[in-house]
C-alpha cells in the first residue's frame, strides 16, 4: 500500500532490522505472494473485486496471518484493486471485471508483529499493446530501482532509477504524490521512497533497511485526484496506470527480495484469461 509523499526528507527514525527480524518479515511476505498467486489462480472476466477480496482474506487467515490493510485507518477491505486508471487505493467493488482490464491488487500481511507488502498488475486478455507496453516498462523499473537498494547508496539512486527508466522512452507520468515506504514493524516506516528524484540525494541506506519500492506510472500525465471516498487514486486524464511493489531488504552487494512474483506468475501461464507481463529489458 503506498504511502502518500509528505514533503519532507524521511529518514529519520529509520529502523534497521537483524537478519532475525528480516526472516520474520519474509515470512509475512511469503503469505503475501501466495495470496497474490492465489488470486491470480481466480481471475477472469465476471468475477468482482469484492470476490478476489473475500478470497484473498480466506487465503490469509487460513494461513496464520492478519490482513494488514483491512482496518488500516479506516480501509475496509483485505487488498487494494485498483483498475484502469485507478493508480492505487482501490477499494474492492461489485463491479464486474472486463476482457479489456488491468487490475493492479495490493495485498499486505500482518504475520508474528512484522508485515509483508507486494503489489502486482494484472492484465486480461484484450488489454491493448500501449497499456501492456506501459505495464512491461512499469514492472521492469521496479527491478532497476531494486538493483540500487545496496548499502552505501541514497534513496535517491533508487528514485533517479525508476524516473530514468521510465522517461527513457516514453512520454509517462510518474506520480508524485505517492511513494514507497520502509516496513517491518508497522506497514509504513520511514524512509519515504519516490518514484523520481536526483542520484546521491535522500537519506543513506545501511544494510538491514527494509523498503516497499512500488513505482507508479501513468500513460498520460503524472497528474492524480482522490475520489470523495477518501482513499481511491485517479489519473487526472483518466488514463490507465501501472503499479508493481516489492518489500526488499538492503544488504551490502545486493537487495534481498523478500517477497516473490514467482508463484503469481506460474499461477498466470495456467490462467488463459490472463496475460503474461513480461519485464521490458
Request: glycine content about 8%; aromatic content about 6%.
Given at each position: 500500500m503506498a504511502g502518500l509523499f509528505s514533503n519532507d526528507s524521511g529518514g529519520k527514525h529509520m529502523f534497521h532490522k537483524t537478519d532475525e527480524e528480516i526472516e520474520l518479515i519474509?515470512?509475512?511476505?511469503?503469505?503475501?505472494?501466495?495470496?497474490?498467486?492465489?488470486?491470480?489462480?481466480?481471475?477472469?472476466?465476471?468475477?468482482?473485486?469484492?470476490?478476489?477480496?473475500?478470497?484473498?482474506?480466506?487465503?490469509?487467515?487460513?494461513?496464520?496471518?492478519?490482513?494488514?490493510?483491512?482496518?488500516?485507518?479506516?480501509?475496509?477491505?483485505?487488498l487494494c484493486v485498483s483498475y484502469n486508471d485507478i493508480v492505487v487505493h482501490g477499494i474492492p467493488s461489485n463491479r464486474e471485471f472486463q476482457d479489456t482490464d488491468i487490475v493492479s491488487v495490493d495485498c499486505g500481511v500482518e504475520l508474528n508483529g512484522y508485515y509483508g507488502d507486494a503489489a502486482y498488475t494484472f492484465a486480461f486478455q484484450e488489454v491493448e499493446e500501449p497499456v501492456m507496453e506501459l505495464l512491461r516498462v512499469t514492472y521492469a523499473a521496479l527491478y532497476k530501482g531494486i538493483e540500487q537498494a545496496v548499502a552505501g547508496k541514497r534513496i535517491g539512486d533508487i528514485s533517479f532509477a525508476i524516473q530514468q527508466y521510465c522517461e527513457r522512452e516514453h512520454p509517462y507520468g510518474i506520480v508524485r504524490e505517492l511513494v514507497g515506504h520502509g516496513v517491518g514493524r508497522s506497514l509504513h516506516e520511514d524512509p519515504e521512497v519516490p518514484n523520481?528524484?536526483?542520484?546521491?540525494?535522500?537519506?543513506?541506506?545501511?544494510?538491514?533497511?527494509?523498503?516497499?519500492?512500488?513505482?507508479?506510472?501513468?500513460?498520460?500525465?503524472?497528474?492524480?485526484?482522490?475520489?470523495?471516498?477518501?482513499?481511491?487514486?485517479?489519473?487526472?486524464?483518466?488514463?490507465?496506470?501501472?503499479?508493481?511493489?516489492?518489500?526488499?531488504?538492503?544488504?551490502?552487494?545486493?537487495?534481498?527480495?523478500?517477497?516473490?512474483?514467482?508463484?503469481?506468475?506460474?499461477?498466470?501461464?495456467?490462467?488463459?484469461?490472463?496475460?503474461?507481463?513480461?519485464?521490458?529489458?
Open positions: 519474509r515470512e509475512a511476505n511469503l503469505i503475501v505472494s501466495k495470496t497474490l498467486a492465489h488470486v491470480a489462480s481466480i481471475l477472469k472476466p465476471g468475477i468482482t473485486g469484492l470476490d478476489i477480496d473475500k478470497a484473498a482474506e480466506e487465503f490469509i487467515r487460513d494461513h496464520g496471518g492478519r490482513p494488514a490493510f483491512k482496518g488500516y485507518h479506516g480501509f475496509p477491505a483485505s523520481y528524484g536526483k542520484r546521491g540525494k535522500g537519506p543513506l541506506m545501511q544494510s538491514g533497511l527494509v523498503i516497499a519500492i512500488e513505482p507508479m506510472v501513468n500513460l498520460g500525465v503524472k497528474e492524480v485526484y482522490q475520489d470523495n471516498d477518501g482513499w481511491t487514486i485517479h489519473t487526472r486524464d483518466r488514463k490507465p496506470s501501472a503499479h508493481y511493489e516489492h518489500s526488499v531488504a538492503v544488504r551490502k552487494d545486493k537487495a534481498d527480495i523478500l517477497s516473490t512474483h514467482e508463484f503469481l506468475l506460474n499461477e498466470i501461464k495456467n490462467n488463459p484469461a490472463v496475460k503474461e507481463v513480461s519485464p521490458k529489458s
